[in-house]
């Protein structure tokens, strides 16, 4: 019997485990991923950021948690995944999410902000996947592994941003997400990527600001810029049975603007 497509977008019985999702791009996923039915656990470093986030998704019916934790040290991923397994029972999908930027000119660019940007955007991605798959989803034969990668990772920002990490960094996640694929479909696992363009949070505000919001969104074909609901089609497909058969990808959710050369 194949199911039917409300079955096949179905999270009910799902845990979901997303890292920087007190605010912003991991909130509206976790809102998709909570709203199809997903038990979701956030993780941030802010506690408050955190607390106002699950109070919002529990007001929407959502079985959210938090727990604290900085993707950016190793010894704090590893607590973050034993805590997810423990409190969740189990992590079916985890999405990959938290990052950060620098803005300097290449030339002049400081080393330990290049450093920063990589281990968190990247190693802290490998680190939590390693842990969660390895203590998780390897036994279990099942998962679904969603990483927030960019639009800045096919190619450079427009020159007044200067983000060389950054764009170095989102590179880096779209070749992991493809590489990661390769060896886990094995394990049942998916591994794929989401490639946003500009979306208003509070990592993009004020360059979108200082840019032009309609300047910016006159660049894109559909001429506009991503809003709260632009990634949930996406992230709900990677993460449900509809897209079981959908592993090592990228989709950019971006109105159009990578097609623009
Ligand atoms: N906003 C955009 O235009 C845009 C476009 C493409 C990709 N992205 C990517 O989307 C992801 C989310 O960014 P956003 O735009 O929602 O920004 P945001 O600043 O609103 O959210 C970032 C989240 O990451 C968390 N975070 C930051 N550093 C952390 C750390 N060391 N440990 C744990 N959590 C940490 C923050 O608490 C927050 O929850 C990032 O990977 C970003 O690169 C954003
Ligand atoms: O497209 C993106 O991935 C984001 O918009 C970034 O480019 C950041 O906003 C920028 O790096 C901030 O410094």
Redesign the pocket.
């Known amino acids: 019997m194949t199911r039917s497509v409300q079955q096949l977008f179905d999270l009910q019985g799902q845990s979901a485990l997303i890292t920087g999702g007190s605010r912003g791009l991991g909130l509206q996923i976790a809102h998709a991923l909570g709203e199809a039915g997903a038990k979701v656990l956030l993780s941030a470093r802010k506690a408050e950021e955190l607390e106002e986030a699950v109070q919002e998704l529990q007001s929407a019916g959502i079985d959210a948690r938090w727990v604290a934790a900085d993707c950016a040290q190793e010894a704090d991923i590893q607590r973050l995944a034993q805590e997810a397994l423990h409190r969740l029972g189990h992590v079916d999908i985890l999405v990959n999410n938290a990052g950060a930027?620098?803005?300097a000119p290449a030339e002049d660019h400081p080393t330990a902000a290049w450093d920063k940007v990589m281990n968190l955007n990247v190693r802290g991605y490998f680190l939590l996947s390693q842990a969660i798959a390895k203590h998780g989803m390897i036994p279990r034969k099942q998962g679904r592994i969603i990483n927030v990668a960019?639009?800045?990772g096919l190619g450079g920002?427009p020159v007044e941003?200067k983000?060389i990490a950054?764009n170095t960094s989102?590179g880096a996640v779209i070749n992991f997400t493809r590489a990661l694929a390769a060896e886990w479909g094995v394990h049942g696992i998916t591994v794929n990527a989401i490639c946003?363009?500009?979306?208003k949070t509070k990592?993009?505000t004020a360059?979108i600001e200082k840019l032009g919001e309609d300047k910016m969104a006159a660049h894109a074909p559909l001429r506009r810029l991503g809003d709260d609901e632009d990634l949930k089609g996406v992230a709900l497909l990677y993460a449900s049975a509809a897209g079981k058969h959908i592993t090592g990808q990228w989709l950019a959710v971006d109105g159009g603007v990578s097609c623009v050369v």
């Open positions: 930027s620098w803005g960019s639009i800045a920002n941003m983000t950054y989102k946003p363009g500009f979306f990592m993009a360059l």
